[in-house]
């Protein structure tokens, strides 16, 4: 079992910068990719991110591409994604998740270990 948890989130302007961290503990030498899924109210969570664990390779989805970095500590366990330039519309409860597989796949069926979510508002 991999156990994860989520910190940063808040409240924030429009046009604003967050950066969200989530730290490993558990079985994490299985841990071979790990990724950013948000929820807006009334929606279905979606893909944000997601880093491999060696190389470093990185995906995003098209709506935060250019605003938002994903990227690794790999001695410490910790994935961050650092938020900038954001919009109304990117508020959603953030989850961080991770898989055995290096696989950068953005369906959540393939992500194995879930955080219990911090909450980012943007406010316009």
């Known amino acids: 079992q991999v156990q994860l948890v989520e910190s940063g989130g808040g409240l924030v302007q429009a046009g604003g910068s967050l950066r969200l961290s989530c730290a490993a503990s558990g079985r994490t030498v299985s841990t071979l990719a790990m990724g950013w899924f948000r929820q807006a109210p009334g929606k279905e969570r979606e893909f944000v991110a997601a880093?491999?664990?060696?190389?470093?390779?990185?995906l995003y989805t098209d709506s935060v591409k250019g605003r938002f970095t994903i990227s690794r500590d790999t001695a410490g366990n910790t994935v961050y994604l650092q938020m900038s330039s954001l919009k109304p519309e990117d508020t959603a409860v953030y989850y961080c998740?991770?898989?055995?597989?290096?696989?950068?796949?953005?369906?959540?069926?393939?992500?194995?270990?879930w955080g219990q979510g911090t909450q980012v508002t943007v406010s316009s």
């Open positions: 998740t991770s898989r055995d597989s290096p696989l950068l796949n953005p369906g959540i069926k393939w992500w194995s270990y």
């Open positions: 880093v491999a664990w060696s190389g470093g390779k990185t």
